[in-house]
């Protein structure tokens, strides 16, 4: 499996965008999207079961990011809303290769860069 993440760019804040991250190769399993703010850690922020039936999305962005999923296109989706300055970060998308329990994402994409202007 390769990924690709589109969508990100300059934003002001209180606007959105929508990442998208399309999978090439093979069916994929759990899903993520994960962020590195400017010399910070990466973290966490979405995931999505295979079904998308079962999501989670960290604390401090509860309420402006929603993260989906269309098997059909193999394409995991983040929308992001009302973005704040302490949004900006590079937003990787990682998959699993395999149904294991707890996901482990084996299969990173590049990383797509999301800047909020205040």
């Known amino acids: 499996v390769q990924l690709q993440a589109f969508g990100g760019g300059l934003v002001q804040a209180g606007g959105s965008l929508r990442l998208s991250c399309v999978a090439s190769g093979r069916t994929f399993y759990d899903a993520a999207w994960f962020r590195q703010p400017p010399e910070r850690e990466r973290e966490p922020v979405a995931t999505?079961?295979?079904?998308?039936?079962?999501?989670f999305v960290r604390d401090s962005v509860k309420g402006r990011f929603f993260i989906s999923r269309d098997n059909a296109k193999n394409t995991v989706y983040l929308r992001m809303d009302s973005l704040k300055p302490g949004d900006t970060a590079v937003y990787y998308c990682?998959?699993?290769?395999?149904?294991?329990?707890?996901?482990?994402?084996?299969?990173w994409g590049q990383g797509t860069q999301v800047t909020v202007s205040s």
């Open positions: 990682a998959v699993s290769s395999r149904p294991t329990a707890p996901p482990q994402y084996d299969i």
């Open positions: 999505i079961s295979w079904s998308g039936g079962r999501t």
